[in-house]
């Protein structure tokens, strides 16, 4: 059982940066994929980024070149850096972590433990 507290989330203005922390507890940090979904109003949660226990990262395009997601294993802490922010990156932010060998997909299905989300408001 993995559970995970986001920290970091808050208001900016239009090309603000925030940083999201995202730690760990139980489990073996080092066998997950770690990955940031967010949520708009409505019913599903958006793919963001994730990074694998190797390394590997994936990004949606909408976030391509603005955010970085990293993890320092030692610390059992994923982060996303969120560059350039627009008022459509406003959402609810939630980390989560995945064993699936299909993490790329996106999919919120493939994640198995989440953590609280916080709020990222971008205003104009």
């Known amino acids: 059982q993995v559970q995970l507290e986001v920290s970091g989330g808050g208001s900016v203005q239009t090309g603000g940066s925030l940083k999201l922390s995202c730690e760990a507890s139980?489990?073996?940090?080092?066998?997950?994929?770690l990955g940031w979904f967010r949520q708009a109003p409505g019913p599903r949660r958006q793919f963001v980024a994730a990074?694998?226990?190797?390394?590997?990262?994936a990004y949606n395009d909408l976030v391509r070149g603005r955010f970085i997601v990293s993890r320092d294993d030692a610390k059992k802490t994923v982060y996303l850096v969120m560059n350039n922010l627009t008022p459509e990156d406003t959402a609810i932010y939630y980390c989560?972590?995945?064993?699936?060998?299909?993490?790329?997909?996106?999919?919120?299905?493939?994640?198995?433990?989440w953590g609280q989300g916080t709020q990222v408001t971008v205003s104009s």
């Open positions: 139980g489990g073996t940090f080092t066998s997950y994929t």
């Open positions: 990074m694998s226990a190797n390394g590997e990262t």
């Open positions: 989560a972590a995945s064993r699936s060998l299909r993490w790329r997909s996106g999919s919120e299905y493939q994640y198995d433990y």
